[in-house]
């Protein structure tokens, strides 16, 4: 152990001082055990399976290959910075840690350490601020998108009306379910609908008291921020009160397979946003056959083409797009963090882009800038059908209503910025 | 041969009355002391200080701290978790309201305000025993979590609910904040320990922690020999509480930087930290840092050992490691029930004789 610290020591300085060794190490903060790992997993297998393609059909980003470092964390903050630190001495380019928890914990590390975060729709939603929060995106959306994009959806659904309607917020008791919080009570503000919160205690597997008290309220909309196996029991007791799953909405991380298979039938109807739109897309193919069906998937593949497949393959893509950005910047292919930082700044993803890459329609059209780490922050709502087994797509993607958002950021990021003696600016 | 009591005369009563009357030990202590004050920094990066030796030293004085209540006075506790989470709240709303007092006297503060708070909740334990009042520990553990999840006012308002450390000086160097660097975090806990250590050694070796143990072997002789029960019970539990918030406050400001309640200080940890206790051996001071020792670097080891060395996927780690340590718990209450302070008991005593065994 002692040896291999030493080892590894050694191997980054001769990385440091020599010409630098052509590879580009990015951490896989997975999870693929514990009550989350439902989740984790086809999240982790997108991700590693698409930087895997990358490998084999173009021989990496730039010509350099790719190493994935993967570092099971169970979705618990006290490993997630062991992981962090036992990885990001390897030359780590950039860190997606799939967990808001694990995001605050490492923010502060990472700046301090300079290199980048990406956090895709999770994380500190103020880290939108990117003079504040210079290391750390967040796009292509924020959790407060994902809120008054689910308000935008309902009030759209009732004639754009939800006076004197109430809405239910279920949570995750966490820094990840308090995240809507603030936007909500200000959208309910704004249109005057009633907002009830009901915290349930991580990792979930408990609400009998909470659907009581929907059974009992009846609210005429429940919003979701759940996670892991919170989801499954959630849309279950839903089933066992009777609440109507067409009311029932969950954000993008309380949407996919492993939610609302357990429920079988009872789970028909549950709605969902979602960032990203699930289609059979040409990349998938390419994935099965030079990844999966060379051995290499990082799972046995049978996550392939699932939302949160899908999901984690689209924050691989982002990932190897702000790469090349970086290595078009800075004239050379063998990038360091701070590039690859850059480049994650000069982000611009279009249409055209996405489909070059075989994916097209996948995510909304966005750009990054200092001032914006997040992206467009529209997100899509999804509909399960459980007789065939899909997500059907109810609609386009919906804007969210930047006029409150932005704001409770600029507020929060100041905050931040004060707390901790920050004087925001771009790098 | 080298250890034993034999030629090591004692001609004064502090020298008769000492912590380690051998003198092997003694050069043992003083050169354990002499590594960790004066090599161990030198060499420390940042994995070691985060991953390996800040929580060791902080998971320490909290075995210490349970060691006092469980081992030496013997009521079962599983509010460890809710009490390190009084640590931590007490010295992040210290830190946060006195911004210019030094650190030091915040973590102090914080174990004060937790011994308070362990002795309020030590008031059953006086009518209470055992199982039941593992119960009523339980309480504590989930009313004090439930409590700063649910008062804003304990987290500042802030949105996530999380609490984070600002950045803190010990003599115009960082110890707490993201700038800190490694040596610095683990001097600050190294001193914690070595204060704590030697106080709870001397407690536990002073007339306090006789009574503690007469409690704990049985209570109403020792009450017939006059010992009073509400004292020693509450006392026990102020000192163990006040180990143990400060180990929570460490556990907050200068190991993780932020926390949530209810996954840092949940009921796990309260678990974990008993097992420390069983593992190392009960009612011993050493067998506190060996438990910690044991439970903290073991699924690093593992972990080394499968992923870096073996090259096995991390999550075939992650559950055989799972295996490992419930089935390494299993083997050693079953081989050494005394834990792994008797094993260093047992080896002391060989010593004394080798290298003649009769």
Same mark, same amino acid.
């Given at each position: 152990?002692?040896?291999?610290?030493?080892?590894m020591?050694?191997?980054?300085?001769?990385m440091?001082?020599?010409?630098?060794?052509?590879?580009?190490?990015?951490?896989?903060?997975s999870?693929?055990t514990?009550?989350?790992?439902?989740?984790?997993?086809?999240?982790?297998?997108?991700?590693?399976?698409?930087?895997?393609?990358?490998?084999?059909?173009?021989?990496?980003?730039?010509?350099?290959?790719?190493r994935?470092?993967?570092?099971?964390t @169970?979705?618990?903050t006290e490993?997630?910075?062991?992981c962090?630190?036992?990885?990001?001495?390897d030359n780590?380019?950039?860190?997606?840690?799939?967990?808001?928890?694990?995001?605050?914990?490492?923010?502060?590390?990472?700046?301090?350490?300079m290199i980048?975060?990406?956090t895709?729709?999770?994380?500190?939603?103020?880290a939108?601020?990117g003079?504040t929060?210079?290391w750390?995106?967040?796009?292509?959306?924020?959790?407060?998108?994902a809120?008054?994009?689910?308000?935008?959806?309902?009030?759209?659904?009732n004639?754009?009306?939800?006076?004197?309607?109430?809405?239910?917020?279920?949570?995750?008791?966490?820094a990840?379910?308090k995240?809507p919080?603030?936007?909500?009570?200000?959208?309910?503000?704004?249109?005057?609908f009633?907002?009830?919160?009901?915290?349930?205690?991580?990792?979930?597997q408990?609400?009998?008291?909470?659907?009581?008290?929907?059974?009992?309220?009846?609210?005429?909309?429940?919003?979701?921020?759940?996670?892991g196996?919170q989801?499954?029991?959630?849309?279950?007791?839903?089933?066992?009160?009777?609440?109507?799953?067409d009311?029932?909405?969950?954000?993008?991380?309380?949407?996919?397979?492993?939610?609302?298979?357990p429920? %079988?039938?009872?789970a028909?109807?549950?709605?969902?946003?979602?960032?990203?739109?699930?289609?059979?897309?040409?990349?998938?193919?390419?994935?099965?056959?030079?990844?999966?069906?060379?051995?290499?998937? @990082?799972?046995?593949?049978?996550?392939?083409?699932?939302?949160?497949?899908?999901r984690?393959?689209?924050?691989?893509?982002?990932?190897?797009?702000?790469i090349?950005?970086?290595?078009?910047?800075?004239?050379?292919?063998?990038?360091?963090?701070?590039?690859?930082?850059d480049?994650m700044?000069?982000?611009?993803?279009?249409?055209a882009?996405? @489909?070059?890459?075989?994916?097209?329609?996948?995510?909304?059209?966005?750009?990054?800038?200092?001032?914006?780490?997040? %992206?467009?922050?529209?997100?899509l709502?999804?509909q399960?059908?459980?007789?065939?087994?899909v997500?059907?797509?109810l609609?386009d993607?919906?804007?969210?209503?930047?006029?409150?958002?932005?704001p409770?950021?600029?507020?929060? @990021?100041?905050?931040?910025?004060?707390?901790? %003696?920050i004087?925001?600016?771009?790098? | 041969m080298?250890?034993?009591?034999?030629?090591?005369?004692?001609?004064?009563?502090?020298?008769d009355? $000492?912590?380690?009357?051998?003198?092997?030990?003694?050069?043992?202590?003083w050169?354990?002391?002499?590594? !960790?004050?004066?090599?161990?920094?030198?060499?420390?990066n940042?994995?070691w200080?985060?991953a390996?030796?800040?929580?060791f030293?902080?998971?320490?004085?909290?075995?210490?701290?349970?060691?006092?209540?469980?081992?030496?006075?013997?009521?079962?506790?599983?509010?460890?978790?809710?009490?390190? /989470?009084?640590g931590?709240?007490?010295v992040?709303?210290?830190?946060?309201?006195?911004?210019?007092?030094s650190?030091?006297?915040?973590?102090?503060?914080?174990?004060?305000?937790t /011994?308070?708070?362990?002795a =309020?909740?030590?008031?059953?334990?006086?009518?209470?025993k055992?199982?039941?009042?593992?119960? =009523?520990?339980?309480?504590?553990?989930?009313?004090?979590?439930?409590?700063?999840?649910?008062?804003?006012?304990?987290?500042?308002?802030?949105?996530?609910? $999380?609490?984070? !450390?600002?950045?803190?000086?010990?003599?115009?160097?960082?110890?707490?904040?993201?700038?800190?660097?490694p040596?610095a975090q683990?001097l600050?806990?190294?001193?914690?320990?070595?204060i704590? =250590?030697?106080?709870?050694?001397?407690?536990?070796?002073?007339?306090?922690?006789? $009574?503690?143990?007469?409690?704990?072997?049985?209570?109403i002789?020792?009450?017939?020999?006059?010992?009073?029960?509400l004292r020693?019970k509450?006392?026990?539990?102020?000192a163990?509480?006040?180990?143990?918030?400060?180990?929570?406050a460490?556990?907050? !400001?200068?190991?993780?930087?932020?926390?949530e309640?209810?996954?840092?200080?949940?009921i796990q940890?309260?678990?974990?930290?008993?097992?420390?206790?069983?593992?190392?051996?009960?009612?011993?001071i050493?067998?506190?840092f =060996?438990?910690a /020792?044991?439970?903290?670097l073991?699924?690093?080891a593992l972990?080394?050992?499968?992923?870096?060395?073996?090259g096995?996927?991390?999550?075939t780690? /992650?559950h055989? $490691?799972?295996?490992?340590?419930g089935g390494?718990?299993?083997?050693?209450?079953?081989k050494?029930?005394?834990?792994?302070?008797?094993?260093w008991?047992?080896?002391k005593?060989?010593l004394?004789?080798w290298?003649f065994?009769?």
């Amino acid at each position: 152990m002692k040896m291999n610290t030493f080892a590894m020591a050694a191997l980054a300085g001769v990385m440091a001082s020599g010409p630098a060794l052509a590879e580009l190490v990015i951490p896989d903060l997975s999870y693929r055990t514990g009550p989350y790992a439902a989740n984790g997993t086809p999240f982790s297998d997108g991700y590693q399976d698409y930087l895997s393609l990358l490998n084999a059909r173009d021989g990496g980003i730039g010509g350099e290959p790719i190493r994935v470092a993967e570092c099971e964390t @169970a979705y618990n903050t006290e490993k997630g910075v062991e992981c962090y630190e036992s990885t990001k001495g390897d030359n780590a380019l950039v860190y997606q840690p799939l967990s808001t928890g694990i995001t605050y914990q490492l923010i502060p590390k990472a700046t301090a350490d300079m290199i980048p975060m990406h956090t895709l729709g999770y994380g500190r939603t103020s880290a939108a601020a990117g003079e504040t929060f210079p290391w750390v995106f967040n796009y292509p959306a924020t959790y407060w998108d994902a809120a008054s994009v689910a308000v935008n959806y309902l009030l759209s659904e009732n004639g754009d009306d939800l006076s004197g309607k109430t809405i239910a917020l279920i949570y995750h008791n966490s820094a990840y379910g308090k995240e809507p919080i603030r936007t909500l009570e200000k959208l309910s503000e704004k249109h005057g609908f009633k907002l009830t919160q009901l915290p349930v205690d991580p990792p979930g597997q408990e609400q009998k008291s909470q659907w009581l008290q929907i059974r009992r309220e009846r609210p005429d909309y429940v919003i979701m921020w759940g996670w892991g196996v919170q989801n499954q029991v959630a849309i279950q007791e839903a089933a066992n009160v009777g609440y109507p799953m067409d009311q029932f909405i969950g954000n993008w991380w309380a949407g996919a397979e492993p939610d609302v298979l357990p429920a %079988g039938m009872a789970a028909d109807g549950y709605k969902a946003l979602n960032m990203n739109r699930i289609q059979d897309y040409p990349v998938l193919d390419e994935i099965q056959a030079q990844v999966i069906d060379a051995g290499n998937g @990082a799972g046995d593949g049978s996550n392939i083409g699932q939302v949160l497949y899908i999901r984690g393959m689209y924050a691989a893509m982002l990932t190897a797009e702000s790469i090349a950005k970086a290595q078009e910047l800075a004239g050379t292919s063998a990038v360091n963090a701070a590039q690859v930082r850059d480049g994650m700044e000069a982000l611009e993803i279009t249409n055209a882009r996405m @489909a070059e890459l075989g994916m097209e329609g996948i995510g909304p059209e966005f750009s990054v800038s200092c001032q914006n780490h997040s %992206g467009s922050g529209e997100g899509l709502v999804q509909q399960w059908n459980a007789t065939d087994k899909v997500w059907v797509p109810l609609t386009d993607f919906i804007t969210p209503d930047k006029s409150v958002i932005d704001p409770l950021i600029a507020e929060d @990021a100041a905050a931040y910025a004060a707390e901790n %003696g920050i004087t925001p600016g771009c790098l | 041969m080298l250890y034993r009591e034999a030629g090591d005369f004692k001609t004064t009563y502090a020298e008769d009355s $000492q912590t380690f009357p051998i003198k092997f030990d003694r050069w043992r202590y003083w050169a354990v002391l002499a590594i !960790a004050w004066l090599v161990i920094p030198f060499f420390v990066n940042d994995y070691w200080a985060n991953a390996i030796l800040v929580p060791f030293l902080i998971y320490s004085i909290a075995a210490i701290g349970l060691n006092i209540l469980t081992g030496y006075c013997g009521q079962v506790s599983l509010g460890t978790g809710g009490f390190m /989470a009084v640590g931590a709240y007490a010295v992040y709303k210290l830190m946060t309201a006195f911004p210019d007092v030094s650190i030091l006297i915040h973590v102090v503060l914080a174990g004060l305000i937790t /011994a308070v708070v362990g002795a =309020a909740f030590g008031l059953p334990s006086l009518r209470i025993k055992g199982f039941y009042l593992a119960v =009523a520990t339980l309480a504590a553990q989930f009313f004090l979590v439930w409590l700063f999840n649910k008062v804003p006012w304990f987290y500042n308002y802030s949105a996530s609910g $999380q609490i984070s !450390a600002p950045e803190r000086f010990v003599g115009g160097i960082a110890v707490t904040g993201a700038e800190t660097a490694p040596w610095a975090q683990y001097l600050i806990c190294l001193a914690f320990v070595t204060i704590c =250590a030697v106080m709870a050694r001397n407690l536990t070796r002073g007339s306090l922690g006789r $009574q503690w143990m007469a409690i704990r072997d049985m209570d109403i002789a020792a009450e017939i020999i006059g010992v009073d029960p509400l004292r020693a019970k509450l006392t026990a539990f102020a000192a163990s509480s006040f180990f143990i918030g400060i180990a929570g406050a460490l556990f907050f !400001a200068v190991y993780l930087g932020a926390v949530e309640v209810g996954e840092a200080f949940g009921i796990q940890k309260s678990f974990l930290v008993l097992f420390m206790c069983i593992i190392g051996g009960l009612g011993s001071i050493f067998g506190s840092f =060996a438990g910690a /020792a044991f439970l903290v670097l073991l699924p690093v080891a593992l972990k080394v050992l499968g992923v870096d060395i073996l090259g096995w996927p991390s999550s075939t780690v /992650a559950h055989l $490691q799972l295996v490992a340590v419930g089935g390494l718990i299993m083997f050693f209450l079953i081989k050494e029930p005394h834990g792994l302070a008797q094993l260093w008991r047992v080896t002391k005593e060989k010593l004394r004789l080798w290298p003649f065994p009769y």
